[in-house]
């Protein structure tokens, strides 16, 4: 439990890891008192939160908290945080979200309905889509909406007035010169005064301000735990191998094994259980194991055929303007985009991006013990419900007989909503006999992602001093979605499809466009793939403001205000790039190099400094990026500077929105200039941080955010920053090169 409580006139955090398990579901400690599913009080005033969203740095639990105090007015120093238990009122509620993007009333209300009502009976709790406060602001609202009348009608009864006369603030009930603690007053609280459509208020006083996260100051004196800090009696370590992609051990063979050291043989992995995880891993290395093909593997081990797979794919494009072929699907077509097209200069382009890593921080950890047929897992998961399927089913056991204990999550990305490690520690503990920690070690964690997919594109267009006239693209990629839904969704799982969802933000574009073409090709690929932070958009932002840079440059016109030409029935978007402009313009090479367009770019002495642009709505929040960059002869171009600018509709905390588009930004840039998994005989070639690069300190670009004030439904923050950046560097990199910058990553190692 996460708890920050008055002491010492500051903010005190202590730390204990809780269950979520199926039965029972949240419980109140002696002294606690149970208001609702969400919130409970304490006897010395604690207001407690059940949060079913995980906590990987976002701040989420911050913001799920920080609701429930403005509605219910409790002191922000008196609030306290704990993982709800799995059950039907813990499922995300935000699962339709996307699917309900754009539609009118009442349909958008009817999806909605029927996601919630999806989420409940498949009890499916999961962190992702950056649908958190998305999907929990209103229940919270509701809730702490709901508990504050009974508290008020508990005080009236005593005070002998009327309940509408009496407030709360401060973590007290107020009447005039009267006022009472939540803690006094819980005692006397009546059921049946609980509303039935709780009365929301008008006026708030505690959202939208800064305040101090509730999980800081556990991070910073070393009590906070993560994964890897869990400690059972009698807890063994373990360490694994899982060979190729698409293979099992065969045999394996190795010099005598210390005392105590076990080796585990599991489907698709051997492992080493030993009293620390040095000395698993030491014996581990010291095994020869032989690995065969597994024969009912998804095709060939990956490779380099799934880059040709993806060209291969684009074939379905045919003609430039023609008839799809037998893997492509078109998914918008409006106007007469071939009639366009016919006549005049029309600009091609076709773009690559790379199979990417999630590279956590944290690698894949999972503690569990296996005693009598039921399992206990310590995991930092996105989701315990996938955790705790994935364990049973490794256990051969009931879902219902595995409890998942989440920890905090040293970094996610869409990574640790998979439950393989969960599964493996359970198999592992099982066969050891005793609670078994298992760590990843870092080459194991980048051989056995689930990664972002390579992706391949082709665009046709043409514009004039009006914007985009014809538009037409052909993106190559596989589907995702499938492979995710066959590893964790059981009879859920559907067949690789071409379709919409695939390329997310490419189909519907925010820019006036009277005549559009969008197909997807879908692609081979035997790699696992998954959910990567900002999931589409990280590749399609990329390819769409590209594109749309190129088409500004061939009609001769300046980047930002041939955007805001085509923003003019989107006045969201259209300020938030104004905005940026504003922040970061002028677009192009700076005045101050003083060169001429002819001249070459990076001369001795003449370093060039240019600012590129990109916008990008992905998960109800709008973000426009302006990128600088400076390049100097003889050196790398560096990005010195980004500027962003976000509108995501009503803000929880501030601080955390400035956060989070920094943190995407970065996540971004590692990528855009650094970032690439290639495969050869099953195996990934990047095993560790020296070959996959990340963004280092000095090579950190100064960032400023701006927050776009809006009474908007909330949207996304902790994946929108992410998909601007690529495109955005891209363009700066055109306007000081004069060359086009189209394959990702940048600079491979």
Same mark, same amino acid.
């Given at each position: ?483 995710? &839904?066959?590893?964790?969704? /059981?009879?859920?799982? %559907? #067949?690789? $499809? @071409?379709? =919409?969802?695939?390329?997310?933000? !490419? ?71 104004? &905005?940026?402009?504003?922040? /970061?313009?002028?677009? %192009? #090479?700076? $005045? @101050?190099? =003083?060169?001429?367009?002819?001249? !070459? ?80 005989? %099953? #195996? ?66």
């Amino acid at each position: 439990m996460l708890v920050a409580a008055v002491a010492g006139g500051g903010l005190a955090v202590g730390w204990a890891l809780w269950p979520r398990a199926s039965r029972p579901n949240w419980t109140a400690a002696p002294g606690d008192t149970l208001i609702n599913a969400y919130i409970k009080i304490g006897a010395d005033g604690r207001v407690v939160v059940a949060a079913a969203q995980a906590e990987m740095g976002q701040g989420i639990w911050s913001a799920l908290a920080q609701i429930v105090a403005d509605e219910l007015g409790a002191d922000w120093r008196s609030m306290a945080v704990e993982p709800a238990p799995l059950g039907p009122d813990y499922a995300n509620p935000g699962l339709a979200l996307g699917a309900a993007a754009g539609l009118s009333e009442p349909l958008r209300s009817i999806v909605l309905a029927a996601g919630r009502r999806a989420a409940r009976v498949l009890g499916l709790q999961i962190t992702g889509g950056s649908n958190s406060v998305r999907a929990w602001e209103a229940p919270l609202r509701e809730a702490g909406a709901a508990a504050r009348e009974l508290l008020v009608k508990a005080a009236a009864r005593r005070w002998q007035v009327n309940w509408q006369d009496i407030d709360t603030a401060g973590g007290f009930v107020l009447y005039k010169a009267n006022r009472l603690p939540f803690h006094a007053l819980v005692a006397d609280i009546d059921v049946a005064d609980t509303p039935r459509e709780p009365t929301l208020r008008t006026v708030r006083s505690l959202v939208g301000r800064p305040v101090l996260r509730l999980d800081v100051p556990a991070k910073v004196d070393g009590s906070a735990k993560f994964g890897a800090d869990v400690r059972l009696p009698g807890m063994a370590f373990a360490a694994i191998s899982q060979g190729p992609i698409g293979a099992a051990a065969a045999s394996h063979t190795s010099q005598p094994l210390p005392p105590g050291v076990r080796v585990v043989k599991e489907a698709g992995f051997v492992a080493c259980v030993a009293d620390n995880w040095f000395a698993a891993h030491t014996a581990l290395q010291s095994l020869a194991i032989k690995w065969q093909p597994v024969a009912d593997a998804a095709g060939p081990a990956p490779g380099p055929w799934q880059e040709a797979a993806l060209r291969t794919a684009l074939l379905a494009d045919g003609k430039p303007f023609g008839p799809t072929g037998s893997t492509g699907k078109i998914v918008r077509d409006d106007g007469d985009v071939p009639a366009v097209m016919a006549g005049g200069s029309v600009v091609t382009a076709e773009y690559t991006l790379p199979f990417l890593a999630h590279a956590c921080l944290e690698p894949m950890t999972a503690t569990a013990r296996v005693v009598d047929g039921r399992a206990e897992i310590w995991a930092p998961t996105q989701s315990a419900t996938l955790s705790a399927r994935a364990a049973a089913q490794a256990l051969d056991i009931s879902a219902d007989d595995v409890v998942v204990h989440p920890t905090l999550i040293g970094g996610g990305f869409g990574r640790k909503v998979e439950g393989d490690a969960c599964a493996q520690a359970a198999l592992i503990a099982r066969a050891a006999g005793r609670p078994v920690q298992l760590i990843w070690s870092r080459e194991e964690d980048f051989a056995h992602d689930m990664y972002r997919p390579a992706v391949a594109a082709r665009l046709h267009g043409k514009a004039g001093p009006g914007g985009i006239a014809g538009w037409n693209a052909a993106i190559a990629v596989p589907d995702t979605g499938a492979g995710f &839904a066959g590893r964790n969704l /059981g009879s859920f799982a %559907g #067949r690789p $499809s @071409a379709g =919409a969802g695939a390329i997310e933000g !490419a189909v519907d574009l925010p820019y006036a466009i009277p005549n559009i073409r969008v197909q997807h090709c879908l692609a081979d690929c035997s790699a696992p793939l998954g959910f990567w932070r900002s999931v589409g958009h990280s590749f399609t932002g990329f390819i769409v403001e590209s594109f749309v840079d190129e088409l500004a440059a061939s009609a001769a016109l300046d980047p930002g205000s041939f955007r805001l030409a085509m923003l003019k029935d989107q006045p969201r978007h259209a300020a938030v790039v104004a &905005a940026v402009l504003a922040m /970061g313009g002028p677009l %192009g #090479r700076d $005045s @101050a190099s =003083a060169k001429s367009q002819d001249s !070459a770019p990076g001369a001795p002495g003449q370093p060039v400094v240019a600012r590129g642009i990109a916008m990008v709505e992905s998960f109800g929040s709008i973000v426009a990026q302006i990128a600088e960059v400076n390049v100097a002869a003889g050196q790398p171009p560096r990005v010195t500077k980004v500027w962003a600018a976000i509108d995501c509709g009503r803000v929880i905390n501030p601080d955390t929105v400035v956060a989070q588009i920094e943190g995407g930004i970065l996540y971004g840039l590692s990528a855009a200039l650094f970032g690439r998994i290639s495969f050869a005989d %099953g #195996r990934v070639e990047q095993t560790n941080f020296n070959d996959y690069r990340m963004i280092a300190m000095d090579d950190c670009p100064e960032i400023n955010v701006r927050i776009i004030a809006s009474d908007a439904d909330p949207g996304g923050v902790g994946e929108p920053g992410t998909p601007p950046i690529a495109a955005a560097v891209a363009n700066a990199l055109f306007a000081a090169t004069g060359r086009r910058w189209r394959n990702l990553p940048f600079f491979p190692a």
